[in-house]
Structure formats: structure tokens, C-alpha cells
């Protein structure tokens, strides 16, 4: 089981498939790699030999921000917004959707599990 | 969509005078404005704005990270402060039912 970058132990699929499991890299991106080392987007990623591998991981390390160091700069560019008081921020702050969407109802994925209030009337009622 | 590069980004006209000249004179007097929607300039940063929020001018002092975003996004428009507890609410109002 080949390893990249760290943690990742992409199995035996299409090398194109398999670098999207780190993170960081989807479809495009892994397909740009692929090209840009010469190595068969088709090929398995059991296939590969050591220098392959370490080719590959001193290529993806030196061109994209991967796993650990992207993690960072997200929660870095996240903090920033917090720090200066903005909107946004505001929005990152209390767990409600930042981009505008509506809250009345929906935006789950932000709000988490709903909290049932005595009283509160229903999508249906406040028509 | 993004305003196009060509434009450069927005800032009133009289507020970048205003602007320039308090970087001139070096005064740091806090400068009223209603204009929300100007561009925070790099010639903004240690300056202070009162930005209009639709009721009153709001105190914001600008930073290196605040360049780049408008002067609006940091004068909250809406001020949420929790929803009403049922038992106060009943206090607040009594002679509803």
C-alpha cells in the first residue's frame, strides 16, 4: 500500500482517483499532476515504485497546500475574518451560514440539530 | 460577480478626500461617513471611520487585514440580541389575551 504526504494511503484505484484522497486535491487537481509527472493517469497506484512516489510527493508538496498546511491556512483565513469584526466574521462566530443564505428555515448544516422552541409556530403557520 | 479590475476598487470620492487629507496633516479625527459601500484602501489602515450602520455611526478602526472588504461589513445593520424568553415576554405584554 503505497503512502503519500503523511496519512494517505490511496488503494488500488486509478492514480487519478486515488491522490483525491488527500486532501486537498479533487478530480482537477489530481489529474494536473498526473499529466504534469508523466505518469499514467490510468494506472494503479499498487503500481508505483518508490520513485515514483517520491517524485510524486515532492511535486504535489512544492505545488499545492495540502492536508496539514491547508487545513491551516483555512482556519487562518477563517480567523481573520472573526478578528476584524465584519460580517462575516460575525457569521462564522455564531454558527450561522455566511454566504447569505436564508435561516428561517433550513441551514442545518450551520445551525446543527434543531432546537425545539414551546410555541413556535410552524413553516405551514406563518404563511 | 466581482467588480472588474479595470475599475479599481470603490471608494467615494469625497471620503478619499478626505482621506488624503488626513494622511497630509497627519490628524487622526475620526471621519463620518454614510458611505458603506466604499472599498477599504491600504491608505485607510490606522485611521478612524464612523460608519453609518442606518441609525447611528458606528466606530471602526481600521486594520492591515481590514483592507480589501467595505466599509459597510463592519457597521452591523441588524443588532440580534436573543430571542424573547417566554416568561418575560408574558411580563413585557400581559394584556394580550
Redesign the interface.
Known amino acids: 500500500m503505497p503512502r503519500l504526504i503523511g496519512v494517505d494511503i490511496p488503494p488500488q484505484k486509478r492514480l487519478e482517483i486515488a491522490l483525491t484522497y488527500i486532501y486537498g486535491i479533487g478530480r482537477d487537481t489530481a489529474r494536473k499532476i498526473c499529466d504534469s509527472t508523466g505518469l499514467d493517469r490510468a494506472m494503479r497506484s499498487r503500481d508505483l515504485n518508490e520513485d515514483q512516489i517520491a517524485m510524486l510527493a515532492t511535486y504535489i508538496q512544492k505545488a499545492y497546500p495540502v492536508e496539514g498546511q491547508l487545513r491551516r491556512q483555512v482556519a487562518a483565513n477563517i480567523n481573520?475574518l472573526r478578528?476584524?469584526?465584519?460580517?462575516?466574521g460575525?457569521r462564522h462566530r455564531r454558527g450561522l451560514p455566511v454566504r447569505g443564505q436564508r435561516t428561517r428555515t433550513n441551514a442545518r448544516t450551520r445551525k446543527g440539530p434543531r432546537k425545539t422552541?414551546?410555541?413556535k409556530k410552524s413553516v405551514k403557520g406563518m404563511k | 460577480m466581482s467588480r472588474s479590475l479595470k475599475k479599481g476598487p470603490y471608494v467615494d470620492a469625497k471620503l478619499l478626500k478626505k482621506v488624503a487629507a488626513q494622511i497630509k496633516t497627519g490628524k487622526r479625527d475620526p471621519i463620518t461617513t454614510w458611505s458603506r459601500s466604499s472599498t477599504v484602501t491600504p491608505d485607510f489602515v490606522g485611521l478612524t471611520f464612523l460608519v453609518h450602520n442606518g441609525r447611528h455611526h458606528y466606530k471602526?478602526f481600521i486594520?492591515e487585514?481590514?483592507v480589501g472588504?467595505k466599509l459597510g461589513?463592519?457597521a452591523?445593520t441588524r443588532v440580534f440580541k436573543g430571542?424573547t424568553n417566554?416568561k418575560e415576554a408574558d411580563k413585557a405584554a400581559p394584556a394580550r389575551s
Not at chain 1, 478578528?83 to 462575516?88: F, L, P, T, V
Open positions: 481573520r478578528e476584524i469584526g465584519c460580517y462575516r460575525m422552541v414551546a410555541g | 471602526v486594520t487585514d481590514m472588504h461589513e463592519f452591523a430571542h417566554k
